[in-house]
């Protein structure tokens, strides 16, 4: 079991939560509900949101 827990935390994880993708962005709660409403895109697992690292920096070229 201690193998799997560490195997675990090997694998990267390919989304961010709402405040490490503030962060990635720099930009605050605000401009990225904004963002949101533009067309960024994002997803919800439960009732938190998150975002696709890919999508973003897809999102960023286009944009």
Do not use: C, N
Not at 25 to 32: F, N
């Amino acid at each position: 079991m201690a193998e799997e827990s560490a195997r675990s935390r090997d694998v990267e994880r390919i989304f961010l939560t709402f405040q490490e993708a503030q962060e990635f962005l720099g930009v605050s709660h605000q401009t990225l509900y904004k963002l949101m409403k533009e067309g960024l895109p994002s997803h919800k697992i439960g009732k938190k949101r998150v975002f696709l690292k890919e999508e973003l920096i897809q999102w960023i070229k286009e944009h």
